[in-house]
T-cell receptor
């Protein structure tokens, strides 16, 4: 069966450290992989997109890697801040431009 | 740019009644919009793809006669939950893709539906 798993339901880190979130998938062949941020009671906000032929993408303090052999993406937030506390969702994009979401990791950055 | 709004932001209705949720792209035209449902502490599940001027495409397990989708214009899609039941209580979120950013989806703020 198809699965998208994010490594942990919750992750707590100290302010200033790098947060690393993992997204693993099975039985998908995504054209793209995306990461979103979702705050409580709000819709997701698009952060980054990485294509299957790209290894790494960066945007300010964010970095995403995509390994299609391992079927895994890593999402890093460097120099984390309390304002980064939120749920982060990975999503796979299939050829039909449909998004399939992982279960999310709730990140808490402790001051 | 790429702002999507939803209305209402929350609604409470009685069992058996119907509820309409609107999704609008405010600063771009969207030929395709998507409708998702999210239960507490779960991820978003795609319900259907809404195509302007044609019928929606529903995901497996989603009842098309219960969740009516109308995409009447390039900036408006509506989701009507018919004969609502308490198990339909959920967070409903729409998204749209701007033409210039084909593989990015921009989400509305969501609508919290509670059926009593």
């Amino acid at each position: 069966s198809q699965k998208i798993e994010q490594n942990s339901e919750a992750l707590n880190i100290q302010e200033g450290k790098t947060a690393t979130l993992t997204c693993n998938y099975t039985n998908y062949s995504p054209a793209y992989l995306q990461w979103y941020r979702q705050d409580p009671g709000r819709g997701p906000v698009f952060l980054l997109l990485i294509r299957e032929n790209e290894k790494e993408k960066r945007k300010e303090r964010l970095k995403v890697t995509f390994d299609t052999t391992l079927k895994q993406s890593l999402f890093h937030i460097t120099a984390s801040q309390p304002a980064d506390s939120a749920t982060y969702l990975c999503a796979l994009v299939t050829g039909a431009n449909n998004l399939f979401f992982g279960t999310g990791t709730r990140l808490t950055v402790i001051p | 740019g790429a702002v999507v709004s939803q209305h209402p932001s929350w609604v409470i209705c009685k069992s058996g009644t119907s509820v309409k949720i609107e999704c609008r792209s405010l600063d771009f035209q969207a030929t395709t919009m998507f409708w998702y449902r999210q239960f507490p502490k779960q991820s978003l599940m795609l319900m259907a793809t809404s195509n302007e001027g044609s019928k929606a495409t529903y995901e497996q397990g989603v009842e098309k006669d219960k969740f009516l989708i109308n995409h009447a214009s390039l900036t408006l899609s509506t989701l009507t939950v018919t004969s609502a039941h308490p198990e339909d209580s959920s967070f409903y979120i729409c998204s749209a893709t701007p033409p210039a950013r084909k593989y990015e989806q921009y989400f509305g703020p969501g609508t919290r539906l509670t059926v009593t």
